[in-house]
């Protein structure tokens, strides 16, 4: 076979496998319409996981039979330049070219596993975000109407055809209105609508089912998202989110990804975009799950900041983990981790336990409460970015995954996760006491939303727990989480006056599942006045029978509603 015939093969055999991916990611993903429609909630969540391994699959895959037909030549750049120049010819006109880029690298960095990122045979668009020019199909309808009215948000609801009938449509649209009308007559300036656009593909993730677009008046526009939800009477609006803040909590690196069926997924990130000016673009991509692009778009605005700022890579602020290594650079929204060589006591885990939380975290659905990690491998950075302190920290406990070569750095296994505000530091700092009463009751909320999802976070130290720009609390440190039902909740030993020769409590025999919830207040609660508004509010967890109750909830098989969104936003339905 000659050289021409080999990169060819290659290059067609990257882009068609890709294609046959995405097939199977928008088959499981179609799927979603059906399983609301039949509140088949445990089966969209195995879809959800189903997905998520698709694209690790097919990267073997592909890398395997790469090695075959390149033989010797599988390292031999020549030949990965001409690879790049056929495939990028076979998937300029695809609309899911920056999605086949990305797949592409994939593969090379399994082949180029330990040299540096080589823009003559990788794709990296180093320019910032910029919309892709748009195809012959709109993703979004057009709905014509001069003013906002119950009829107009009828016929929108009308227009998604779903097997399960409307509760109460009519009172349902009459709730939309009654919420955004006084808004939009505050604006004032010119109320005269333009325009509805509401997005063709519905967005679904467990119970519900998201409508999204926007309102558009002649010198102001306004976002739209209208939950749905389905139950024993019918599918029924839930709420109507329209302030950017609260679209982008939906949107968070704390939940499980939409299934959102299209062709079009760069069109529908640069429409989120338009909505979320301050998203980042890369989370909007994890957000519909696309992972992998999400961190290609993550690694090109790393490259991109360390290029432009004079700000360098500094030990995270808090207190150092026993388990992972944080550092951040000042002025940039990520931290990133990387394990220690050794983990002092009490922890007792193994490098390759704490790999497998990291993940199984990442295919779980995160229920808004856990922070997601992307994991880079072989990433380099010139040395002078890094402060003495954190070399020093590096080298003295981070030499199985950090090496030092010359003038650069080499983490080898690095979590890269959203920059939060330790809970301990936000609750030291803050002097707002209705932020601070905010934050330590959302802090038992946290830890509650977790366990319904069968999450049982482990350690519960308030500095395991961030706080975002929004004011929720998120848990983030995953080595010792476990499933509620594989725990024992018990209550502590009762004082022996009986026997003083055995002391004043009886000796307690503990495994490893046992857990004594009576412990927790000791740190949970914070001294003080918060600490009060705290125990008045979630006195409940520091009682066996609660967290045993949540147990037989999860057995018995049930699936609990998540809102994306505070409860008090929810219509009435009577």
């Not at 227009?159 to 955004?180: S, T």
């Amino acid at each position: 076979m000659t050289k021409k015939d080999t990169v060819h093969m290659v290059a067609s055999n990257i882009a068609e496998k890709y294609d046959i991916l995405l097939t199977n990611f928008n088959d499981i993903t179609e799927h979603a319409k059906l399983y609301f429609e039949n509140r088949n909630f445990k089966d969209l969540f195995k879809g959800q996981k189903d997905r998520y391994k698709l694209y690790g699959n097919y990267v073997r895959e592909v890398y395997s039979l790469t090695q075959q037909i390149l033989g010797d030549h599988i390292h031999d750049i020549t030949y990965w330049k001409d690879i790049k120049l056929i495939y990028s010819d076979l998937i300029k006109d695809k609309p899911h070219r920056l999605n086949s880029e990305t797949f592409y690298n994939s593969i090379t960095r399994k082949v180029f596993l330990d040299k540096s990122f080589n823009p003559d045979i990788e794709f990296f668009d180093q320019t910032d975000y910029k919309p892709m020019p748009k195809f012959d199909e709109e993703i979004f309808e057009i709905f014509d109407c001069s003013h906002f009215s119950v009829a107009a948000i009828t016929q929108i609801l009308h227009h998604f055809k779903f097997d399960v009938p409307y509760e109460d449509i009519k009172r349902d649209a009459q709730h939309i209105f009654d919420e955004m009308a006084p808004v939009i007559i505050h604006q004032k300036s010119n109320l005269l609508l333009d325009r509805i656009e509401i997005l063709k593909p519905v967005f679904y993730r467990n119970r519900g089912a998201f409508i999204i677009g926007r309102l558009f008046y002649k010198n102001w526009s306004m976002p739209i998202v209208i939950p749905l939800l389905n139950e024993e009477k019918g599918i029924f609006v839930d709420a109507v989110i329209y302030i950017p803040a609260e679209i982008s909590i939906i949107f968070s690196f704390t939940r499980a990804s939409f299934f959102v069926s299209t062709k079009y997924p760069a069109q529908i990130i640069d429409y989120l975009k338009a909505m979320l000016t301050h998203k980042a673009v890369g989370e909007l991509y994890d957000s519909i799950g696309y992972y992998r692009h999400g961190k290609t778009i993550l690694y090109r605005d790393l490259v991109n900041y360390t290029n432009s700022h004079d700000d360098k890579f500094i030990i995270a602020p808090g207190i150092k983990g026993m388990v992972m290594a944080v550092f951040t650079l000042k002025y940039y929204n990520f931290v990133f981790k990387v394990i220690r060589d050794k983990f002092e006591a009490p922890k007792n885990c193994t490098r390759e336990f704490v790999i497998k939380k990291y993940e199984e975290v990442e295919v779980n659905d995160r229920v808004g409460r856990m922070a997601f990690a992307h994991l880079f491998e072989n990433l380099e950075f010139p040395a002078h970015l890094f402060t003495t302190e954190l070399i020093e920290e590096l080298e003295r406990s981070c030499k199985e995954t950090v090496e030092f070569k010359g003038d650069k750095v080499l983490l080898k296994h690095v979590y890269i996760e959203r920059r939060m505000t330790p809970l301990n530091l936000y609750l030291k700092e803050t002097k707002n006491p209705i932020d601070l009463c905010s934050v330590i009751l959302d802090y038992g909320f946290c830890v509650k939303e977790l366990a319904a999802a069968n999450i049982f976070p482990g350690d519960l130290l308030l500095k395991n727990f961030g706080v975002t720009r929004h004011g929720r609390v998120i848990f983030y440190d995953y080595d010792e989480i476990a499933e509620v039902t594989e725990c024992r909740f018990r209550r502590l030993p009762q004082p022996n006056l009986e026997d003083d020769t055995r002391g004043t409590f009886d000796m307690i025999h503990a495994e490893s599942n046992d857990i004594f919830p009576e412990e927790f207040m000791g740190f949970m609660a914070p001294d003080g006045p918060i600490g009060d508004i705290f125990l008045a509010e979630h006195s409940e967890l520091f009682e066996p029978k609660y967290w045993r109750a949540i147990q037989k909830s999860i057995e018995d098989g049930e699936y609990l509603s998540f809102y994306a969104y505070d409860q008090y936003k929810r219509f009435p339905r009577s």
